[in-house]
């Protein structure tokens, strides 16, 4: 059996881990925050590599009860698209069916574009 001053030592130890876990998961939170706010495609990262990161993302930040709105979700994706999607975004905000978009959907125009590039691409060099 633990004496008294035993167990007072033990629960000032459990304090102090408690303290800790939380300042550690209050760290991480942030941590997942920021990238979110900051999330940016990397150099000659393709769309289905930045989506996994992206998803990836969003996961960590519900584990911490962090819930991103569809629109909030598809405002920030584009804003992390190389330069290259400009032109394509634009055209793509002009179509009245985005207000309705999931993210999955916003994706898929993003690969069907891609697709269409890249067949464009292997057309080209082949006719050269």
Request: glycine residues 0%.
């Amino acid at each position: 059996m633990f004496d008294e001053m035993e167990n007072n030592e033990l629960v000032r130890i459990n304090e102090w881990f408690e303290e800790v876990w939380c300042l550690k998961y209050e760290d991480q939170k942030n941590i997942y925050v920021k990238r979110f706010e900051h999330f940016l495609c990397k150099k000659n990262e393709s769309l289905n590599q930045l989506k996994k990161r992206y998803d990836e993302l969003l996961d960590n930040l519900k584990e911490f009860q962090i819930r991103k709105s569809n629109v909030e979700q598809i405002s920030k994706f584009p804003e992390a698209l190389a330069l290259e999607w400009d032109e394509f975004l634009i055209e793509l905000k002009k179509d009245s069916r985005i207000s309705s978009f999931y993210l999955r959907e916003f994706v898929n125009e993003l690969q069907k574009h891609d697709c269409e590039i890249n067949k464009k691409k292997k057309d080209l060099i082949k006719r050269i």
